[in-house]
């Protein structure tokens, strides 16, 4: 009888030890974040004209190398026998040359600006191997400069190609911060700042006065790779199926 | 400089590849750790007494590698000066932040296990030897000169328990470094749970492939007879890791193949456009074929002892090529497609600079100067003839 409860106590606390480890270490490892998210990104793909001015000017705010782009803007032609053409010439900071092709091929054409999607469960958060890669309490992705090792592995979890590492300059990861410098002052992110046609909108999404506050509420939206399980915060309007 | 080349659309920071050959030499150099760690093993866990004559090279081997299998790590970091923030500040969300942990345990288990392999031959030396050699080999010893046979007993028991623990944790260490990439969502070149087990079990042949050539060779320098049943069961255990390997290697993409999910087109671009020669010809052509069909004949069938070893040998150094080739396809094969499955760039390392050609050849070189050196303290074989070859 003895016996017996001593080997029953012995194997419920071994039992209950082990899902004590199991509950404790599941969350470190599966790495979810559940922070609040404050701010929204909307990009209205359909009032996009591809100017190309958000671009330029992030580069100039934020000083990023030449070669690698916090955001940049890809131009879409379809054409009528289905092949599908995309390109950004240097993300698009010079604009675009028009298309060059024989009357009545495109089918249609359309601009999508890109950047970080300040992810709700960013990937690339979880796999930083020394916490340089944070969430801000407002919900901001954002990189530590002076901790981060630069091992690219970020770069590599990234699906939408949001980040990069100047090897030959700082070193260190770098992306789009939706300009966290000028947010915290009150200001308008660079890139929306500049559009000149309401294409790119940010705000708060608690903010009734804000637009984007009620394009969330009021339009359908997609977001970029939703099977990846990121939960991008940037939301498109009028997004085509072509666009990854 | 080479000059990019790319074709469809990319994201535009995807034109330059991030990781580059430093990193396709990581995983290569601690595969080769696991794989010759495992090979000691199978003597002294295993009792594979056939494994006798290289079970103590095998042990300094997997060392030297692994005493280097952090350094390209360092050459490509953007900041090598903060690595050890990894040991520092760990997230534990990342896969990678086990590494500094997995990688100082394993160390210090290999070098545990090399003291009490070696200590009679320590202990010997620094009885016999005279001035600051004497020295040395005491400090080596750790001041401890008792080799009687109780002694030896005891060691003897720690051997089998740090080769016991040692096994796990080699598959740990090359499991884990094939689960770096293999647990990325991003990218479905790598993102498979086979990538581990793909990793470990090209480790295991990469390191027994390479221990059957270094054996011959310096057997050849030291102008000795070579242990051929030794070498005979070495030639079986790689054939058998080998088929498991290819069979992993081919399952994974023939599954991409067979389930075409939207991102197979630009895969299979990949590898007939960018990759056609490293996997098409390398990986899973010559290097795979021949050494598939001529090892089965020199692990089972009868043959002149001569033949036997140069089949042997030359199975051995196209699976090391196989293997060099995965690691370059993995790594760089999946940078080279863009994520937004509609175009190609191009990786081509350059010669110089910190990540260049010249640079991987003296990281690689280094381990056998370890061993050179290690050879000339104590040395790694029996310098009475082994067995004469017998056919």
């Given at each position: 009888m003895n016996q017996d409860r001593r080997t029953f106590l012995k194997k419920s606390s071994l039992t209950l030890a082990g899902s004590g480890l199991y509950i404790a270490l599941f969350p470190m490892i599966s790495g979810a974040s559940a922070k609040q998210q404050l701010y929204a990104y909307i990009v209205d793909t359909e009032k996009c004209i591809g100017c190309g001015k958000c671009a330029a000017a992030c580069k100039k705010e934020n000083k990023v190398p030449d070669g690698y782009y916090r955001t940049w803007v890809e131009r879409y032609s379809i054409m009528k026998d289905g092949e599908v053409i995309v390109d950004s010439p240097k993300g698009a900071v010079d604009g675009f040359k028009p298309v060059k092709m024989e009357k009545g091929k495109i089918e249609k054409s359309f601009f999508v600006p890109k950047l970080c999607n300040h992810c709700a469960s960013p990937n690339c958060v979880q796999v930083c191997p020394v916490g340089a890669t944070y969430v801000t309490k407002e919900g901001f992705v954002l990189v530590d400069e002076k901790h981060c090792v630069g091992c690219s592995y970020c770069v590599q979890a990234c699906p939408y190609g949001a980040r990069y590492v100047d090897h030959f300059g700082s070193g260190v990861a770098d992306k789009c911060t939706w300009c966290y410098h000028r947010v915290t002052k009150g200001l308008q992110p660079a890139c929306v700042n500049i559009c000149p046609s309401d294409a790119r909108l940010f705000g708060r999404i608690d903010d009734p006065k804000s637009s984007v506050h009620s394009i969330l509420k009021e339009k359908r939206l997609q977001i970029l790779k939703p099977e990846t399980g990121n939960n991008p915060m940037v939301f498109y309007v009028g997004l085509d199926k072509e666009v990854r | 400089m080479h000059e990019i080349v790319t074709t469809g659309f990319l994201f535009p920071n995807e034109v330059h590849v991030h990781w580059s050959l430093m990193i396709v030499l990581y995983p290569y150099i601690t595969g080769l750790v696991a794989g010759a760690f495992i090979v000691s093993s199978l003597y002294h866990v295993f009792g594979k007494n056939e494994l006798k004559p290289i079970a103590r090279f095998s042990l300094v081997g997997a060392f030297a590698f692994l005493l280097f299998a952090c350094t390209p790590l360092l050459f490509h970091l953007g900041h090598p000066e903060r690595a050890f923030n990894i040991m520092f500040t760990p997230k534990f969300t990342s896969a990678m932040s086990g590494f500094g942990y997995i990688y100082s345990f394993y160390l210090i288990l290999v070098f545990m296990e090399i003291w009490f392999v070696f200590r009679p031959e320590i202990v010997k030396r620094a009885q016999e030897s005279t001035g600051i050699l004497k020295v040395v080999y005491w400090v080596l010893a750790l001041g401890s000169l008792d080799v009687s046979e109780e002694a030896l007993k005891v060691d003897h028991k720690f051997i089998a328990v740090l080769a016991a623990i040692g096994i796990p944790s080699a598959c740990v260490l090359h499991g884990y470094v094939g689960f770096l990439f293999g647990s990325l969502k991003s990218n479905p070149w790598w993102s498979t749970p086979l990538m581990p087990v793909i990793f470990l079990l090209s480790a295991i042949v990469s390191g027994i492939a390479i221990l059957i050539i270094c054996y011959w060779i310096i057997m050849k320098f030291k102008k000795q007879p070579v242990d051929n049943d030794c070498l005979h069961s070495m030639y079986k255990f790689l054939w058998g890791f080998f088929i498991i390997d290819l069979t992993l290697e081919s399952l994974e993409v023939l599954t991409l193949l067979y389930e075409a999910h939207e991102e197979w087109h630009i895969i299979s671009r990949m590898l007939t456009e960018?990759?056609?020669?490293?996997?098409?010809?390398?990986q899973m052509g010559v290097c795979s074929i021949v050494p598939l069909v001529v090892l089965g004949f020199v692990a089972l069938k009868k043959m002149d002892v001569k033949l036997r070893n140069n089949l042997g040998l030359i199975c051995s150094a196209l699976i090391l090529i196989q293997v060099l080739a995965m690691r370059w396809n993995v790594v760089i094969g999946g940078q080279l497609f863009s994520k937004s499955l509609r175009g190609l760039t191009s990786y081509v390392p350059t010669v110089l600079g910190r990540e260049g050609l010249l640079v991987a050849l003296v990281l690689f070189a280094m381990p056998f100067l370890v061993m050179y050196v290690f050879n000339l303290l104590l040395p790694i074989f029996d310098d009475k003839p082994a067995e004469q070859e017998q056919s």
């Open positions: - | 960018k990759l056609w020669f490293s996997y098409g010809f390398l």
